[in-house]
């Protein structure tokens, strides 16, 4: 019989991951000797507003008075630092849009344009965070930090049922996947901690790109990409459910050809069926090791059990010796 598994995968964290070149614009707007005594008590006023809201409205008023200013450069990098200090993502992501209505110089976007990607990844607004990461991606392909983000962003979305950005989404993965085991190491990545990036990004992208391919039907690509993730040493239960559902499918696609094959190939259809059978077993035993006590996963773990066991039974003349250690074997050291 089908166990029907609801896929309960949490959406993976986002995180952020571009270099976020503004966090270090903390220079205050000081004041310039060829500035007037107006514009050097407006940029006190900036300094000395409460928080990173009040700052943008004195801001907005400096560049308003004074849009031509020599301290504005000074004024927009002071600003778009605060903006990316700011710890709420969704207020970030207000005052970044509003900063970049006042600051509208080329220069000066760039300031605040790397919180402002970030607060969108982290905050799931996927379609603001695809548009945004396209073009730079479309300058930097390489960048591995924003390609990584991004396909975590796509699988996220195709869990909650939107595969409107599968497409890129297993396209970045990908490509970040090849740039890691080919060894490329971004600049901003420290050479000693480069081995412990690839033990932590490699699972979860094989993981994120391994969802995509579930969630549109891409059954082959799915289980070799989760396979991937889990000998990866990943230990997301979910993955876990997922693929036992996965190879079950299968099992039960070979015992289908198995009933309607012709007597000379029903040996070898046989093989194949008892083959996908023993998959379904390593597979379930994986998830019930993986899912014990879990509370989120009870319901799934027990039922679980009780066709494992079943199916263990049966390929091992209705002998359950052995089970208990196989399933030891996939618990977490």
Excluded at 69 to 96: C, F, H, W
Excluded at 132 to 145: F, Q, S, V
Excluded at 173 to 193: F, M, Q, S, T
Excluded at 204 to 223: C, E, F, Q, S, W
Aim: aromatic share 8%; hydrophobic share 45%; charged share 25%.
């Amino acid at each position: 019989m089908k166990l029907r598994i609801i896929l309960t995968l949490a959406c993976a964290l986002a995180f952020s991951c571009v270099a976020a070149s503004a966090q270090d614009n903390k220079a205050k707007p000081a004041a310039d000797a060829k500035v007037s005594s107006g514009e050097r008590d407006m940029a006190q006023k900036i300094e000395k507003a409460q928080g990173p809201e009040a700052k943008l409205q004195a801001a907005a008023a400096f560049v308003k008075k004074y849009p031509t200013s020599t301290m504005r450069p000074k004024v927009a990098q002071y600003v778009a630092g605060e903006i990316a200090n700011a710890q709420d993502t969704q207020l970030k992501i207000s005052l970044a849009q509003a900063y970049l209505d006042i600051f509208n110089q080329p220069e000066e976007a760039s300031l605040v344009n790397d919180a402002l990607l970030n607060a969108y990844i982290n905050a799931g607004q996927a379609d603001e965070a695809f548009k945004m990461g396209a073009a730079r991606l479309a300058k930097n392909p390489e960048d591995l930090d924003l390609l990584r983000a991004l396909a975590i962003v796509a699988s996220n979305e195709t869990i909650k049922g939107n595969n409107a950005f599968a497409a890129q989404g297993m396209q970045y993965g990908a490509k970040a996947i090849e740039l890691i085991e080919a060894d490329k190491r971004p600049a901003n990545v420290e050479e000693a901690k480069w081995a412990s990036y690839k033990a932590e990004a490699l699972p979860n992208l094989y993981r994120a790109t391994g969802i995509i391919a579930y969630k549109t039907n891409d059954t082959n690509a799915a289980i070799a990409r989760l396979e991937k993730a889990v000998a990866l040493n990943l230990k997301d239960p979910g993955v876990y459910l997922v693929l036992s559902e996965l190879t079950y499918n299968d099992y039960d696609r070979l015992t289908k050809e198995y009933n309607v094959a012709s007597d000379a190939e029903k040996p070898a259809a046989l093989a194949r069926a008892q083959a996908g059978l023993d998959k379904v077993i390593e597979s379930y035993a994986a998830a019930v090791a993986m899912t014990e006590g879990n509370a989120q996963y009870q319901q799934a773990h027990d039922a679980l059990m009780g066709d494992l066991t079943k199916y263990y039974k049966f390929r091992h003349n209705n002998s359950d010796a052995g089970l208990q250690q196989l399933i030891d074997k996939y618990k977490k050291p």
